[in-house]
């Protein structure tokens, strides 16, 4: 931002309530009634997992999914979306259970650096909410709103189709993370699981 | 287990007397921690362990010294990267996602202008703004810094004059972004409009106002930051060629292109110690400049690295908006966050240099390559930034993987009024390495035989010595060309595909972990340290400075532990984030971090294990060499059954201890020339790579559509496959973006026109070909378990594969880059005109006649197999230098058996005429030598 001069960026004076359901809860904010979409869901509603790459709606990295498509919460004025229901990368996963499409990418490599990552996971999600047996190009044109930088892409397709197949009951998903492990407090494996290789 | 824990040692029987009363201190209480989730051992993966150690692992390129400490759990299987279910969630903290209570927003004014003189700046307009909390500007710190010691030429804000548009002039903090925003405005500032410099030939010219002023060490008064010359070999060769290439380039700077744009945040907290959260790729070049700038000690300065949202070099140097937050907070007393917008980004820059390049080389009789001239003219922008670097690198990376006759190099790289450029993925490495493959290809159309086969019959052998006096170690670039050659069915396609479709090759080269640390004698102090401690629980903290930037460093340095120790590697806690906390480290460039910060971890970890295998064989009674360390349990190699479990031995070890703690470092070995600028380049391994690619060019439009690429990469030893990988397809998907479509625009009034991500074309999903990885695994003598880089090295074969292709497919050869479609519209126009046709689609399509020296080349390369082979497994360790295909000894110095053999730094005063365009920088003279200011 170079020039002259500034674009002010006067805050409207009129702060307004701004409310909507945020990944499954009612949200109510006091937001300039002028307020971008993505400002008020990182700033206010406090869902920092919207990224913000560009401004111009070009990169995708803050794309959430409003009332099931996905949208760029940059291009969107907060006060168009009122009363409607968001997803963001945060509302994907259903507890401690990781959505299969946030497995596949950690399990297929659909993530390196994870800036872009949200943007492709809601666009992802909202495919596959449509379509569980996307080809390659469905996948494509969903995601050609978003550039990643590190992947090539090609890994984030394979978690795509990953993902679907679990979707279509094909393959089952992991386990949580944080489950209880099945024993707790072993101190290492104690009996002799014989080793191939090493006979007595 | 039996027994337990127990309070007292050996208490394992009843907690109560005969006579019914308890015994003090005889309750059980649960074990500490846990061995791991599994409660199954799980069996030896042989699968995963070299053949030379039992296993069933091939290991085509002989034993490795790290072969021993292989135990078949995580090493060369993919892996997902340990921090990525905190990316998949949103949860990942990057620099913007940093928000501390009572933060204040900091704003940055940048410069309108490309050039000026700052008379004054008056603030007092913006400080009396309602909610403006703190101003700064140049006269707060008059310190220079500069991620380079010897090119430290920037300040946090403009001193006396701003050097680009967006250059920094001053910075606010206050209540909010709008309020910031708004102060902006408000300061009043009286500039002298100098006149600016744009074209790089200009810069090496002399000028009224130089960019920098460098005293004695100026070059005249021209804008020249660095010349380099270099001549080696024996220059008569080049005298009759028997074939030749000669072109000059024209390549546009490009960006990095990440997707989270720079942000900091700055605290300073109470007890006068600076807290900076930063997404840098290296925290301690950071550290240090601030300790400079602010004039504190290093000691009262905390760096922590957030998650870095792609670096790709682009935040490798020390930012001054770095130093701005830091003097905002402190200023203020609060925290101060700063984010950039997209276009902030581009004003920052530090990407690839434009550069004009030329390259003329020339093949012999017997088709060996008798000399590489190259000369390299880059455009540096207004800082040096790793510009000493780079100015060599577009040169001494270019001598290998083949065996010259002779190389010439003149380099320069000028000062002008641009964002500055800076490191990037394949630093200076790129665009010269393009010219010379597309040069190769050109020399093999000319001489009428197979590019393939042209490279395969000129290849430095493992375990040699380049030209330069690199020392070559292992080297998996034959594989590598034969693979894609198999892999693309090269030998039915190429100059067989009609008008339009074309399929070329390039090959690559790259460091693997700079040679000196920038900031210290390699010889005093390692390269990279690794603290490991491990605590009752079994978990392993790991403490390294590695700077994970997406590349997946953590997962490295955690994959190696958890193979040496044998543990599941959920076990293993990297902790990187910290300067507090982390031994000092040179972070993430020049490819470094597998192959020293793995290397390091290593060596800590053999420490632990040293230490639970001493206490393993005080339990079971056997010597640690027939002990067998496996999955969370040590057992007797001959039987089984007897054995101990991994937390007992622990807890053996750490009697009278507590935690185990070891520290490993890397130190590279001594090596290198001894000439002016020897160290540039150097690296204790060197990656190779080749790709194929194939494209579709439309006649009618110029467009251009890259479909197909066969990408092998020699990484040493895969340590993830599914990580090397996607660097393999990444890089593929940077490089393609240079060379089809990326390049910053600068107007005729040199304003940047293109500062945001829709202009900038960074290649989507549907401009991508299909890329298939093909990883060559040549074990390197030196690397962790055998691996080399495979961030950067993969980036540079994509350009000239395509450019090759390119002209495969409409057999125009093309040297500007990017190849836009107007670009290669005009060159098809340029040559319908030459060949007199109406129509583009008449356009010929080169054809391939095999000439005499085909079947010599095939004969050649198969013996340089067998040769390749014996050295690779070290069966043969006979010397090897460049020169030994021209017939040389390899054991007496080539400037004893050849009169008139170069190793000069400098040209003869008769060269000087006949220099290239950088070149002529050497007709300057120093300052020092004109008698002029010191």
Redesign the interface.
């Known amino acids: 931002m170079v020039g002259s001069e500034y674009v002010e960026m006067i805050p409207s004076p009129d702060k307004t309530i701004w409310s909507a359901e945020v990944n499954g809860s009612a949200v109510d904010v006091l937001a300039p009634s002028n307020a971008i979409l993505l400002d008020v869901l990182r700033n206010q509603v406090g869902t920092l997992g919207v990224k913000r790459g560009c401004d111009l709606g070009t990169c995708g990295c803050c794309t959430v999914m409003i009332d099931g498509s996905p949208r760029l919460s940059c291009l969107c004025l907060a006060g168009q979306v009122q009363g409607t229901s968001i997803i963001t990368v945060e509302g994907l996963s259903e507890g401690a259970h990781l959505a299969p499409i946030q497995s596949c990418f950690s399990k297929h490599g659909g993530s390196q650096c994870g800036f872009c990552t949200p943007g492709f996971l809601i666009s992802a999600q909202a495919l596959l909410n449509e379509n569980d047996a996307p080809t390659h190009q469905e996948i494509a044109c969903a995601i050609e709103g978003n550039l990643c930088r590190c992947t090539g892409y090609q890994q984030i397709i394979d978690s795509i189709q990953a993902a679907a197949s679990i979707h279509r009951g094909e393959t089952m998903p992991d386990a949580p993370a944080s489950d209880p492990h099945p024993d707790p407090h072993p101190s290492g494996p104690e009996e002799p699981n014989m080793p191939p290789g090493h006979a007595r | ?1 039996t027994g337990g824990y127990r309070q007292q040692p050996g208490g394992a029987g009843p907690t109560t007397r005969k006579d019914g009363k308890r015994v003090a201190g005889k309750q059980a209480f ?2 500490p ?9 799980k ?2 993966d ?1 699968d995963f362990i070299p053949e030379s150690v ?2 069933k692992e091939p290991q085509p390129a002989g034993s490795h010294i790290h072969d021993r400490a292989r135990t078949g759990t995580t090493v060369g299987k993919e892996i ?2 340990v ?12 620099g ?2 940093v ?1 501390l209570p009572n933060e204040i927003i900091g704003k940055i004014l ?3 202008h490309h050039y000026a003189r700052i008379k004054s700046i008056d603030t007092t307009r913006v400080e009396a703004l309602p909610g403006v909390i703190a101003v700064a500007t140049g006269e707060d710190s008059p310190h220079r810094f500069g991620v380079l010691p010897v090119t430290k030429d920037e300040h946090a804000m403009a001193v006396e004059k701003v050097r680009h ?2 250059d920094l002039v001053a910075c606010v903090a206050a209540i ?3 309020t910031a ?2 102060a ?2 408000l300061f009043d500032i009286e500039w002298e409009i100098l006149e600016p410099v744009f074209d790089p030939k200009k810069g090496l010219e002399d000028t009224d106002e130089p960019i920098h002023w460098r005293g004695k060490y100026h070059l005249a008064r021209t804008n020249v930051q660095k010349r380099v010359f270099q001549e080696f070999g024996d220059r008569s060769l080049v005298e009759t060629p028997h074939a030749e290439s000669h072109g000059k380039w024209s390549m546009a700077g490009v960006h ?6 720079h942000a900091v945040v700055a605290h300073w907290d109470p007890n006068g110690r600076l807290q900076l959260y930063t997404p840098q790729q290296v925290p301690h070049y950071t550290h240090r400049a601030l300790s400079t700038v602010l004039d504190v000690p290093m000691h009262q300065i905390n760096v922590i690295r957030t ?6 070099g682009g935040k490798s140097d020390p930012f001054p908006h770095e130093m701005c937050a830091a003097m905002l907070s402190r200023k203020s007393g609060r925290p101060v966050r700063i ?1 950039f ?4 980004v581009y ?1 920052i820059n530090r990407g690839r240099h434009p550069s004009h390049i030329e390259v003329k080389m020339s093949a012999d009789e017997d088709a060996r390559i008798s000399g590489f001239d190259i000369d390299a003219l880059i455009d540096g922008g207004g800082f040096a930034s790793f510009g000493h670097v780079t100015s060599y690198y577009n040169g001494v990376l270019a001598t290998a993987p083949y065996e010259l006759g002779s190389f010439h190099y003149t380099g320069a790289r000028v000062w002008t009024n641009k964002p500055a450029s800076g490191a990037m993925r394949g630093h200076g490495a790129v665009n010269t390495r393009c010219a010379v493959e597309v040069g190769l290809d050109e020399m093999a159309e000319t001489m009428q035989v197979d590019p393939i086969d042209l490279r395969l019959a000129n290849l430095l052998p493992p375990h040699s010595r380049t030209i330069t006096g690199f020392r070559i170690t292992s080297n998996g670039m034959r594989q590598a060309l034969e693979q894609v050659r198999e892999g693309s069915n090269w030998d039915t396609k190429f100059r067989q595909l009609p008008l339009g479709k074309g399929i070329g090759i390039g090959c690559g080269f790259f460091i693997s972990g700079s040679g000196l640390p920038i900031h210290w004698d390699p010889n005093r102090f390692p390269h990279a340290t690794v603290h490991i401690q491990v605590d009752m629980d ?1 978990g392993v903290t790991v403490h390294t400075g590695a700077a994970d ?4 460093s953590t997962t490295a340095v955690a994959q190696v532990i958890a193979e040496v120790l044998a543990l599941p590697i959920e076990m293993i806690h990297v902790r990187s984030h910290e300067s507090d906390t982390s031994p000092v480290d040179l972070g993430s460039y020049s490819s470094r971090v597998t192959f020293m910060n793995a290397n390091a971890a290593i060596r800590a970890a053999l420490e632990i294990r040293d230490k639970i295998l001493n206490a393993a064989w005080e339990i079971l009674g056997y010597h640690p060499d027939n002990l ?1 360390l ?4 040590i ?1 007797y ?5 007897i ?1 101990v ?4 031995a622990l807890h053996k070890a750490q009697e009278d201890k507590g935690s185990l703690i070891a520290s490993g470092a890397y130190r590279s070995p001594p090596m290198g020339g001894v000439h002016k600028g020897a160290a540039a380049g150097l690296a204790p391994a060197y990656s190779f790579s080749s790709y194929v690619a194939e494209v579709d060019v439309d006649v009618e439009t110029g467009i251009i559509r890259c479909t197909n690429v066969w990408a092998a990469h020699d990484c040493g030893k895969a340590l993830n496959p ?2 090397v ?2 660097q393999i ?6 490089g393609l973006g240079q060379v089809l479509s990326e390049q910053m625009v600068y107007g005729r009034t040199g304003h940047l026109q293109n500062a ?3 202009d900038y074309k ?1 290649p ?3 401009e ?1 070909p ?2 298939e990885p093909i990883i060559i695994e040549s074990s390197d003598p030196e690397g962790p378990f055998g691996a080399k880089e495979a961030g950067e090295g993969p980036l540079l074969p994509i350009l000239p594969a395509v450019v090759n292709a390119v002209y495969d497919a409409i057999g125009i050869r093309l040297r500007t880059l990017p190849l836009t479609p107007d670009v290669v519209f005009k060159g098809i126009e340029r040559a319908i005109r030459k060949l007199k046709i109406d129509d583009p689609c008449d356009l010929p399509s080169p054809r391939l006649e095999h000439g005499p020296l085909q079947a010599k080349l095939v004969a050649r390369a198969t013996e340089h197999n067998v040769r390749d082979r014996a050295r690779q497994r070290t069966e043969d360790t006979s010397p090897y230098v460049n020169g030994v295909l021209f017939g040389f000894d390899p054991n007496i110095p080539l400037e004893d058996q050849v009169e008139g053999w170069r190793t000069a730094t400098e040209p003869d005063p008769e060269q000087l005429a006949a220099l290239g365009l950088a070149g002529r920088a050497w007709l300057k003279k120093e300052q020092r030598q004109m008698g002029g200011e010191n």
């Open positions: 287990m649960p074990p921690g846990s061995g791991g989730s599994d409660p199954v051992m069996p030896r042989l039992g296993g997902p990267l921090d990525s279910n905190a990316k998949v969630t949103g949860q990942a903290w990057y913007d996602d928000r940048r410069s309108p548009v967006g909010d972004e709008a925003m708004a902006l405005n990095h292109g990440f997707t989270e744009p998650f870095v949202g792609g670096g790709f984010t917008d997209r276009e902030e004003w079994g930037i997406g590349q997946g067998v496996n999955d969370r349990r057992y190699k001959h039987d089984p059954a054995g479990s991994y937390l007992k599914l990580a990988k996607g397809i990444g890089s593929c998907h940077m945001n991500l829709l960074i989507s999903v549907h991508m299909h890329v």
